[in-house]
Nanobody
Framework: QVQLVESGGGLVQAGGSLRLSCAVS????????MGWYRQNRGKRRELVAALTSARSTNYADSVKGRFTISRDNAKNTVYLQMNSLKPEDTAVYYCNAEVFGSSRQNFWGQGTQVTVSS
């Protein structure tokens, strides 16, 4: 069974920074795309940033220039460095990983709360 464990959320003032981490563990052959999504109550979950195994990135327009996604393939870990945080970045952030084993599957982390105060 594959597990994604997130850490690094919390409360920060506007203009501050946070770094989220997501470690993938379990039985698998390889990991493809790793990404971060966020969701506010009553709203749809939206993509924040994604990173392929070939280091190709995709960012939501609202976070370009402020957030940076990276990964450590040796540790099966993906990071999200969030700078210049705004109150509208407040949400539950979820990690997602495309995992290859006997088949291709997508797995989600449990979510970590990020709250940005004005």
């Amino acid at each position: 069974q594959v597990q994604l464990v997130e850490s690094g959320g919390g409360l920060v003032q506007a203009g501050g920074s946070l770094r989220l981490s997501c470690a993938v563990s379990g039985s698998m052959l390889s990991i493809g795309v790793m990404g971060w999504y966020r969701q506010n109550r009553g709203k749809r979950r939206e993509l924040v940033a994604a990173l392929t195994s070939a280091r190709s990135t995709n960012y939501a327009d609202s976070v370009k220039g402020r957030f940076t996604i990276s990964r450590d393939n040796a540790k099966n870990t993906v990071y999200l460095q969030m700078n210049s945080l705004k109150p509208e970045d407040t949400a539950v952030y979820y990690c997602n990983a495309e995992v290859f084993g006997s088949s291709r599957q997508n797995f989600w982390g449990q979510g970590t709360q990020v709250t940005v105060s004005s």
